[in-house]
């Protein structure tokens, strides 16, 4: 295999970089995480010219080199790095052309890393319409670079710059602006002191926000020939930098680039006089969150009844169709039922990162940061939190992960640990079907009284999460100041491509990640179902036949019993029957305690434990939901899922932490396990004495 | 006198649960052993 | 007292005169929040919090509290460009 070109795609935030990235890669990408650290790693390759591959690492949006969260640091560290191995042969620096000042403040810090670099500026079709002229010739010789001028949306300009990274070894390396002139005789003690360093990079390591970034510094010791500057003092150099680096763009930008003011800002203004009004921005913000519940409720029911049907169909034509035996019965009755466990959900998640991702894309989840900010900051939350809460709607696990943008440590905190109470799309089939159970399918103004049954839901979910943000607020002591800055795009039409990509990778992670967890628990529960410890499990039949001895029972009814006397004293009855007692108040059965207990694997696994438990004791394939709605109360006599039984139901899977792949990931992103333990025994408990509550009320 | 059936149930099994315990178990130790900070200073 | 970009009401410009920079983090100056700069504020949230402003042709928005420490000179009239 011939050795790949590395190329770092480096860039501010909102300059289409992704979609760069997604034009240079097609489908050859793959995403992960950087080792040790949750931030999430995309890369790829590129085919180019002359039959030479290109790996493509996509590095996270970053305004400087000036890192205030994980996300950038990881650019810092890599850049930093010379011995790293994803450390680029070159970088490709993406530039937004209606905000290409801003963008090359960054351009020149890497430049002065000495690191060749292409500036490929994006957005090339807006130039017409913003009255927006380049003279690149002149830009490339003062920038002391190559130049690709691009459009990510119509993907023209995408061979110019696979044309530069073939040629990147012709690129200039000298740096374009001289920051040691800020301080002469600081800089030139500093290197003296360093003296194989380079001095930029020397700059840059003393630099760093090391409050929130943990970059080793053991390198720069305060030495006696080299001595370092108050925190102040070097901030003040830093201001003194950024001008001078804005100096130099500006005159640059001067010759290079002239804007015809007279095609006026047009579509940000009228909108955003709108979508960020004080009543209407608010207005259209629920009506958005209220369409897209109402969307994933009746949209997803279709595919999902017919994936439903579907699976019961095939695990009866595998029943049929192999030869009899266990193992048959493990793949009709575990494996099959478990992988539809798993594909049921596709559509919901789909379609919620389908809106998700179109609220990224278009610009308007700024102006929902924008807007909640003020509102979540009474909590103890910041606008930002918002992003990881409503992400919290398809998984915990990005959520929590999301919120590594909140540069404030405590406003950080309190969303991890508030996050899980946000309605995930594993509650979601719990929720569907004991909604569908328990909750007449009625009409009220027009509206589902089961659509209203789960907004409801979700909106206790987060009611919850902002009301023990505030609680958390008010108990935990609070260190730093908060700041917040949250840039305010242009309103863009979204890239099919690039939503199409996001619901892709977020269903395939889903699929393959959560996914394989819910067929091995899958395939454990049927094992556990369909074995038992005693005599009593082996002798099943013999037993339950010699009890109806002489009496007159048809041979359906015996079957049925002796199936569920199996079940009994199977180790999952067992299992169940134990934990009988402590749940019997909250109106359940210890069917549904097996149930609640493999749902601390992953709450979905309810729906597929209910699922595997009934075919096992019932011969006759009908569909999951009617055969739990036949089920019968052994205490009451009345059914099982009635409203009390269902009502507390929902609100122990809204309350409970019963996932430990969430644990798992507070518990990375805390470095503690504190938290997740907290939060573990305080939102199980919660959910135990609000669903007792409920329970004995509604009985 | 075991069947063939019988055997791959409890192979399944097998794999299943080895799957398990190296999702829950061995990720944490790997976390512990990552050298993220260490390994990333400016030489 | 100072004039800051919280005294700013919607629509109008100031440029931007001194900074306290102990408290104001590095990010702001590299987005273009230096002395010299113009600054128009676009918008408010409730509550006069959080701030749209449009600095040195770029979009954001910032806290009140921070706004405060950004001391401007107001222009008085819209300029024409």
Known sequence: MSKQIKVALIGNPNTGKTSVFNQLTGLNQKVGNYPGITVEKKEGVCKLPRGIKAHILDLPGTYSLNATSLDENVVIELLLNKSHKDFPDVAVVISDVENLKRNLLLFTQIKDLKIPAILAINMADRMDRKGI???????????????????????????????????????????????SVIDKDYFENLQNAFPDQELYKLWLVITQDVNFVQLNRHTIPDTSSFNTKSRSELKRLQQKEAICRYQFINGTLKEGYKVDAGAAKGLRASLDRVLTHKVWGYVIFFAILLLIFQTIFNWSQYPMDYIDELFASFSEWAKATLPAGVFTNLISEGLIPGIGGIVIFIPQIAFLFLFISLLEESGYMSRVVFLMDKGMRRFGLSGKSVVPLISGTACAIPAVMATRNIENWKERLITILVTPFMTCSARLPVYLIIIALVIPDKRFMGLNYQGLMLMALYLIGFITAVGSAYLLHKVMKTRTKSFFMVEMPNYKVPLLKNVALTVLEKTKSFVFGAGKIILAISIILWFLASNGPSDKYANAEEIVTEKHRGQDISEEDLNTEIASYQLENSYIGIIGKAIEPAIQPLGYDWKIGIALVSSFAAREVFVGTLATIYSVGSEEESTIKNRMAAEINPVTGGKLFNLASGVSLLLFYAFAMQCMSTLAIVK???????????????????????????????? | MPDIQTILVYAALAIAVGFLVKKFFLPKKKTKKACSNQDCGCH | MKTTI?????????????????NVPVKLFEMGCLPGNEVELLQVAPFRDPLYLNINGSFFSIRRETALLIEIEKLNETRAL
């Open chain 1, 133 to 179: 002229s380049l003279d690149i010739e002149l830009l490339e010789k003062k920038l002391n670079t190559k130049i690709a001028l691009v459009s990510s949306r119509k993907g023209t300009g995408i061979d110019t710059i696979k044309e530069l990274i073939l040629e990147y070894r012709k690129l200039p390396t000298e740096p374009c602006v001289n920051a």
């Open chain 1, 668 to 699: 990375r992103e805390t470095n503690s396990w504190k938290w997740p333990m907290a939060q573990l025994i305080l939102m199980s408990g919660f959910a135990y004495i609000v669903a007792l509550i409920a329970y004995q009320v509604l009985k």
């Open chain 3, 6 to 22: 919280a005294h700013l009401k919607r629509g109008e410009k100031g440029i931007i005169k001194d900074i306290s920079i102990d």
